[in-house]
């Protein structure tokens, strides 16, 4: 198809209006989604609570492999499939719905270094290799699971933090939060009454911490720490993921 063509075939998709049908996909909650793909994940089904735009959540085994650019989570909306937290936020924007119009450019190049600084610093949360490779069998999860670590690793080298002990990860994580919480002051959101894209992220990197049983308990004890930034988790939960009607 010719860049006209999906130019083309992009306005449209724009023009039609958000489907009853929209579908999020993400791997196996309980066996395979690694931290930092859970706490994607979440982040963009805040995103779109936020927006007011319903989303059907399932859980498949090959979601990963299933996405046009690996990357995971990722939505069926219609015709187009789109993956990733940032895209997602155009995609929706494209069709009118958007968090972040009312700030002008200084709080836009805000937002975005925020959203860098949480994307980097809570990168490093991943999953251990069973978790990952257990819904295949064998010889098939070995190889995913040394391909998956790989992953890990590059990631971390990118980044540098591939040489950094546990506890400079820590100090690391306990950084950002602080950076975090000194933004948030005694604002509901970072940006004032109303939430953006930062706030979802924020919200997916730390509730997925405070809520997922993990093999130690220090990462979640750093964010408690910050009691505005626990009392930022449980403001979305009340106002996005509750239950209103019971």
Known sequence: MSLAAEAFVS???AAEPWPETATLYQPLKED???LSDCASTLAVQAYLRMCGLPVHVVCKANAEYMSPSGKIPFIHVG????????PIVQFT???GHSLSDGLDDVQRAEMKAYMELVNNMLLTAEISRPRYSSPYSWPLCKFLSYQKQWEVRRKMN??????KTLEQVYEDVSQCCQALSQRLGTQPYFFN????ELDALVFGHLFTI???RLTSTELAERIKSYSNL???CRRIEQSYFEDKSS
């Not at 015709?79 to 940032?86: A, D, F, H, I, T």
């Not at 990118?158 to 040489?163: F, L, M, P, R, Y």
């Not at 009454?193 to 953006?196: A, L």
């Open 79 to 86: 015709n187009q499939v789109v993956s990733e937290l940032g």
């Open 93 to 95: 924007k494209a069709k």
């Open 32 to 34: 395979q989604i690694l």
């Open 11 to 13: 306005q449209m998709a």
């Open 230 to 232: 626990l009392s930022f």
């Open 158 to 163: 990118a980044i540098g933090w591939g040489g």
């Open 193 to 196: 009454k109303q939430p953006t």
């Open 210 to 212: 405070l809520t997922t």
